[in-house]
């Protein structure tokens, strides 16, 4: 006999601190942004390989780059060329921010958090994948800054690790875009006249359109993307 359907909650639950601020935020990025969305595909091939490369350099101090480290110091490098995307709406002005404090979206089992890692810009891949670590750890034992908490200039949020091929990602106000990354998978591609199989990684950028317009947030993706397919670019 098949096992009885499990049971339903028979109760409420009660909102969390945390739920009714994962809550406004979200209404407050639906309601006070226009946002749009563009994607692209990424050969993830060079990076994956690269990644190894790195990792096994650093063995000894035992650092480990991640693929979302990469990611990161792909943005960070992003937004140096493109300054704009470091920037927030008022109705008066483009507010520019002095440094590049990149969001990384964590999941606690108490929900959602999107603290930053501060003034990315001229921190290496190592730098990067060890404040990436120490931002994670810190952020599940309660140990965040409020700078950390509430000082995020962009934001990156990866749901690749749960085998998610593409999604959309909601702005965190005041930040003008949020980038969204699927998963790596082996997929047919064409390379020089001739099938081939490479790891494509889906992106999608969202983008407040009151900072930034289309053809802005095309060029800017490619430019994460031109990194990533070209990783040594990132530690030259």
Same mark, same amino acid.
């Given at each position: &006999?098949?096992?009885?359907?499990?049971?339903?909650?028979?109760?409420?639950?009660?909102?969390?601190?945390?739920?009714?601020?994962?809550?406004?935020?979200?209404?407050?990025?639906?309601?006070?942004?226009? =946002?749009?969305? #563009?994607?692209?595909?990424?050969?993830?091939?060079?990076?994956?390989?690269?990644?190894?490369?790195?990792?096994?350099?650093?063995?000894?101090?035992?650092?480990? !780059?991640?693929?979302?480290?990469?990611?990161?110091?792909? #943005?960070?490098?992003?937004?140096?060329?493109?300054?704009?995307?470091?920037?927030?709406?008022?109705?008066?002005?483009?507010?520019?921010?002095?440094?590049?404090? !990149?969001?990384?979206?964590?999941?606690?089992?108490?929900?959602?958090?999107? &603290?930053?890692?501060?003034?990315?810009?001229?921190?290496?891949?190592?730098?990067?994948?060890?404040?990436?670590?120490?931002?994670?750890?810190?952020?599940?034992?309660? *140990?965040?800054?409020?700078?950390?908490?509430?000082?995020?200039?962009?934001?990156?949020?990866?749901?690749?690790?749960?085998?998610?091929?593409?999604?959309?990602?909601?702005?965190?106000?005041?930040?003008? *875009?949020?980038?969204?990354?699927?998963?790596?998978?082996?997929?047919? !591609?064409?390379?020089?006249?001739?099938?081939?199989?490479?790891?494509?990684?889906?992106?999608?950028?969202? #983008?407040?359109?009151?900072?930034? =317009?289309?053809?802005?947030?095309?060029?800017?993706?490619?430019?994460?993307?031109?990194?990533?397919?070209? &990783?040594?670019?990132? #530690?030259?």
């Amino acid at each position: &006999p098949s096992a009885p359907p499990a049971a339903l909650l028979n109760e409420d639950i009660p909102l969390s601190g945390m739920r009714k601020a994962i809550a406004r935020t979200v209404i407050r990025s639906k309601a006070d942004q226009p =946002d749009f969305w #563009v994607t692209v595909n990424v050969e993830m091939t060079a990076a994956l390989e690269a990644r190894k490369q790195f990792n096994h350099s650093m063995a000894d101090i035992g650092v480990r !780059v991640s693929v979302n480290d990469m990611i990161l110091k792909a #943005v960070a490098l992003s937004i140096e060329k493109h300054p704009k995307w470091n920037m927030s709406y008022t109705d008066e002005k483009l507010v520019a921010h002095p440094n590049i404090n !990149v969001g990384v979206a964590i999941a606690l089992d108490q929900g959602l958090m999107v &603290p930053a890692i501060l003034g990315c810009q001229g921190k290496s891949l190592r730098d990067i994948a060890i404040a990436s670590k120490d931002l994670g750890a810190r952020a599940r034992s309660g *140990g965040l800054t409020q700078e950390e908490m509430t000082g995020g200039t962009f934001s990156v949020s990866n749901l690749g690790m749960f085998g998610i091929n593409e999604f959309s990602a909601i702005i965190f106000p005041p930040q003008p *875009g949020i980038l969204a990354i699927g998963a790596s998978t082996p997929t047919p !591609v064409v390379k020089d006249g001739e099938l081939a199989i490479g790891n494509i990684m889906k992106m999608t950028l969202s #983008v407040d359109h009151r900072v930034n =317009d289309g053809a802005e947030g095309a060029v800017f993706i490619n430019e994460i993307k031109g990194f990533l397919e070209n &990783p040594l670019s990132m #530690v030259l």
